[in-house]
C-alpha cells in the first residue's frame, strides 16, 4: 500500500485582481500544472472549493472497464449504422 497522504494547507492572499496563487508545494501535491482546468464553487456554508477538472471521458470510462467496452462497442455500432443510412 502506498504513503497516506497528508492534507495540506497555508495562507494565501487575493490580488487587486481577484487572482489567488496555489504555492508549489500544493499545486505538487495535487499534481496540478499549468494551463489545467478547475471548477471552482462557493458552498452554502461560503467554504470556495476547487476541483481540477483532469479527467477527460476516457479515463473516466477505464475506471469501469466493464461498462466503457459496451459502451464503446454500442457507440461504435450507432456510428456504423448512421453513416450506412446517410449514404444513400
Known amino acids: 500500500m502506498g504513503a497516506k497522504k497528508i492534507p495540506l494547507e497555508t495562507t494565501v492572499i487575493i490580488s487587486s485582481k ?16 499549468e494551463g489545467e482546468k478547475m471548477l471552482i464553487r462557493v458552498r ?3 467554504v470556495i472549493e476547487l476541483v481540477p477538472l483532469k479527467k477527460d471521458v476516457e479515463d473516466l470510462f ?11 462497442i454500442e457507440d461504435d455500432e450507432l456510428i456504423k ?6 449514404e444513400k
Do not use: T
Open 44 to 46: 452554502e456554508d461560503n
Open 62 to 72: 477505464k475506471i469501469f472497464p466493464i461498462a466503457y467496452e459496451k459502451n464503446r
Open 18 to 33: 481577484g487572482q489567488v496563487v496555489i504555492p508549489k508545494e500544493l499545486r505538487n501535491s495535487a499534481n496540478l500544472h
Open 81 to 86: 449504422k448512421y453513416f450506412e443510412e446517410n
